[in-house]
């Protein structure tokens, strides 16, 4: 119903209808005063051929008796012998096929009359009349000057012309014609007029059927026809034609009003028959026209639901010169005009309008497609340094232009598998593991592309970048993730002022899990979650524990053992690191109190951090401990990291300087990993370098480690400091670090850190075994 072919289709057959109904109604409206209209027509004309025929019949008789009268041979037998007559009559009569000849004397005596009867079917004979040789009924027809006449012999009515017959000035007699009346006239009318013909005469008050086409006519009824009073189931006229004898004659013309009605019914019919067939050859070609409008409006809306699915290669070939034919063509050009904005959108959608690279779009899909195929790839977040001052001193313009540069040198570097600008000054390059690159060769190919300087308009600007990178699968298997990790190692990288950063764990400070520790971890000390583990430190001349580092353990209720190194980290970002301090130095110092007590003397190892030496109270707190536990001050070591004093140096060593004149001894942890140079090493009111596990783990097998760790121990001592090595996890490191005189050493060789009482324990076994030896 709702399809426009449909509508239109309907719409043809509502006007169809419409009009063949308004024809019909107008048909049946106008069809009785037409069937009306139609007998009265078809009565006159009936009429009017009658008068016409029967008036030349008539005046054809005339002309005819006329030229009989005045010819000689006639003249001359006139007066003879009747046989002579009748000869020479009915020599003429044959020339006009006339019924009735008659020839009457000057004395109104019928000289000869000649009449053709009917013999029996279709057989007629010539007879003489039975008047002949009587005198003229109609004498009076003979003084006046009229010529046609209706004349009664034996039955017979004819039509009948009289002429005289002169010689000179006188008139010797007169000569007839006459034509009958008769069946064969009236089927001749009935014929032409398809009305039933009866002429009926009236003789002696009596009417007589004369002759009709009817043959069961009657002769009231005709009568009645010729009265004017036809009956209602009967059309008919009537008249009455011309006396006779003074008796009228009538003719009745009529035929049943059914048989005419019948006609005009076939008509009717015949006519609803052809509107019926019109109406189904215009539905026909209404159906049509239809199809052929909606056929191209089909194929156009076909074509906008392969548009509307992406299918751009269709093209609509109308044949069509009018307004669908164009419309057919705008069609394609839309088609082609959306398939350019399409390509032109995608195009935007995925590439960096700056530098025309690939956008985060298509690099998501690319991770992705490696995560898949679990294919291992590095990341490397690349951003542009020094950009905001390009733009803030020269514009933004210089910007994007040094933007673009950029862009170009990094497309150069093929070993890369993808280059992504992320916009702004951020770039990415993914390299697939299996092309076997080191991080730093990487690293270098990218600084040596921007190596050389850009000139712009004279003013010579330099190409640097830092650079995070995070790898699949060691760091994650989330590509957003990765993501993220490369910009975590790049923002690391900004901090510590380094080229490139690989990512790592510790660098991480937003993750989860992270979050969840910060909140936990405020009600750690309060819920006794936190407890001290001890690793000793060796002398490495007598072989005897002389120290022990206290090694802060978190026991989380739900996540079990948290080590120092994750949450350490947080405890400092989040203010709560003095808290935790306090907790450690009171418990380590009690519990160096009861080994005291116990004969043990160590010297315990405390690790502060940074944020402890901002602290305004911190050194108070520090010797209210010490005395309140009744420690030596000589028995407590202080251990700090070289870039938590290098951080603020002025305060930090004022500080240390303090805890130095107490007594107390100052120890620098993790030496080696840091940026300070000996120099500002060397103002550093400390007692002990503690060498960075880092360089002694792998001394046996590391030639450099060797050298780095001998000359620190050299330097140290040239500077008047001990030296502490940690992560010996070997007999070959506690020997070689002996030989080349370390003082102290600390490591899983020696021991892992223990729990207090473990640790008890074994210090006393060693102490023992120790004194046994001695
Ligand atoms: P650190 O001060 O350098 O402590 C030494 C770390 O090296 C300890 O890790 C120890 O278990 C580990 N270690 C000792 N010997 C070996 C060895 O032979 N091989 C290896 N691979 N590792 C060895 P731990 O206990 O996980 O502590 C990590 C870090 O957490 C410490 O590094 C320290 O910076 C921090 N930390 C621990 N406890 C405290 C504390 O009470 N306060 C503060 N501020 N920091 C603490
Ligand atoms: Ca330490
Ligand atoms: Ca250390």
Redo the contacts with the bound molecule.
């Keep these: 119903m709702r399809s426009l072919k449909t509508k239109i289709f309907l719409f043809f057959v509502l006007l169809l209808l419409l009009v063949q109904s308004i024809a019909l109604w107008t048909l049946v409206k106008g069809n009785d005063a037409q069937e009306q209209q139609e007998i009265s027509n078809r009565l006159n004309t009936a009429k009017t051929i009658f008068t016409e025929q029967f008036n030349s019949r008539r005046d054809y008789l005339a002309a005819f008796s006329e030229t009989a009268a005045k010819d000689y041979g006639i003249k001359d037998v006139f007066e003879g012998d009747t046989r002579s007559l009748l000869f020479a009559l009915n020599n003429h009569r044959k020339r006009i096929d006339a019924d009735l000849a008659m020839a009457i004397s000057a004395d109104n005596i019928i000289s000869a009359q000649l009449q053709v009867i009917q013999v029996n079917n279709n057989k007629t004979k010539v007879q003489k009349g039975s008047e002949l040789g009587k005198i003229f009924k109609h004498t009076e027809w003979l003084e006046s000057q009229e010529k046609a006449h209706l004349y009664f012999l034996d039955g017979i009515l004819y039509q009948l012309s009289l002429s005289p017959l002169t010689v000179g000035s006188s008139t010797i007699g007169w000569l007839a014609f006459g034509f009958e009346i008769n069946q064969e006239l009236a089927n001749h009318f009935l014929e032409i007029t398809h009305l039933q013909v009866d002429f009926i005469l009236k003789q002696d008050d009596e009417w007589l059927l004369v002759a009709s086409s009817n043959p069961t006519a009657d002769v009231n009824f005709a009568k009645t026809i010729v009265e004017g009073k036809t009956p209602e189931q009967y059309i008919g006229i009537g008249e009455l034609i011309t006396e006779f004898d003074n008796q009228p004659f009538g003719l009745a013309m009529y035929a049943l009003r059914a048989d005419i009605v019948e006609v005009l019914q076939k008509q009717w019919w015949q006519f609803l028959i052809l509107a019926f067939i019109t109406l189904l050859l215009s539905l026909a070609s209404a159906y049509l026209i239809a199809s052929s409008i909606t056929k191209p409006i089909k194929r156009l809306v076909k074509q906008a639901r392969m548009i509307a699915q992406g299918d751009y290669q269709q093209k609509i070939d109308l044949t069509d010169n009018g307004e669908l034919g164009q419309l057919a063509n705008e069609f394609n050009v839309m088609q082609q005009a959306v398939l350019a904005r399409e390509k032109e959108i995608t195009h935007r959608a995925s590439h960096d309008p700056l530098t025309e690279l690939p956008n985060r779009n298509i690099l998501m899909k690319y991770l992705n497609q490696l995560i898949i195929e679990k294919s291992c790839f590095q990341l490397f977040h690349l951003n542009l340094s020094r950009l905001k001052d390009v733009n803030e001193t020269l514009g933004h313009d210089v910007g994007d232009w040094l933007i673009q540069r950029t862009a170009e040198r990094l497309s150069k570097i093929s070993t890369f598998d993808l280059l992504c600008h992320l916009g702004g000054d951020e770039f990415i390059l993914i390299i697939k593991k299996q092309d076997q690159h080191s991080i730093p060769e990487l690293v270098n190919k990218i600084n040596n592309s921007l190596e050389n300087h850009c000139d712009y308009g004279g003013i010579n600007l330099q190409l640097q970048v830092r650079i995070g990178i995070s790898s699949f699968p060691e760091h994650s298997n989330v590509d957003k993730t990765l993501l993220q990790m490369a910009d975590t190692a790049l923002q690391s990288a900004r901090k510590s002022n380094a080229n490139y950063l690989c990512y790592d764990k510790s660098l991480d400070v937003n993750s989860v899990e992270r979050l969840n520790l910060i909140n936990d971890l405020k009600s750690a000390i309060s819920d006794n979650q936190l407890e001290?583990?001890y690793?000793p430190k060796l002398d490495l001349k007598t072989n005897i524990v002389t120290h022990a580092?206290?090694?802060?353990r978190w026991y989380h209720p739900t996540l079990g053992m948290v080590?120092?190194?994750n949450f350490?980290h947080i405890a400092e970002q989040t203010g709560q690191?003095n808290k935790?301090?306090q907790w450690?130095v009171s418990t380590a110092l009690k519990q160096s109190a009861i080994w005291r007590s116990d004969g043990i003397d160590l010297n315990i190892a405390?690790?502060?951090?940074a944020e402890?030496l901002k602290e305004a109270d911190f050194y108070d707190f520090i010797r209210n401990a010490i005395t309140t536990n009744n420690v030596p001050e000589n028995k407590v070591t202080l251990?700090v990291?070289e870039s938590a004093v290098v951080d603020n140096p002025e305060e930090a060593i004022k500080l240390l300087q303090r805890f130095k004149d107490a007594g107390i001894k100052i120890s620098i942890?993790?030496y080696g990993t840091g940026y300070s140079s000996l120099a500002q090493l060397k103002q550093l009111p400390v007692h002990e370098l503690?060498i960075?596990?880092s360089f002694v783990?792998h001394l046996h097998e590391d030639e450099d480690d060797r050298i780095i760790v001998r000359s620190t121990i050299e330097l140290a001592h040239n500077m008047g400091l001990s030296v502490v090595s940690?992560?010996?996890?070997d007999d070959f490191s506690l020997r070689w670090l002996a030989e080349h005189d370390c003082e102290l050493g600390?490591?899983?060789?020696i021991s892992?850190?223990k729990p207090t009482k473990d640790f008890t324990t074994w210090v006393k076994e060693q102490l023992s075994s120790k004194a046994e030896k001695g």
């Design positions: 001290l583990h690793q580092e206290a090694l802060v080590p120092p190194d350490i690191i935790l301090t450690v405390i690790n502060i951090s402890d251990e990291t942890d993790d503690k960075d596990k783990q940690e992560g010996i996890e600390q490591g899983y060789y892992r850190p």
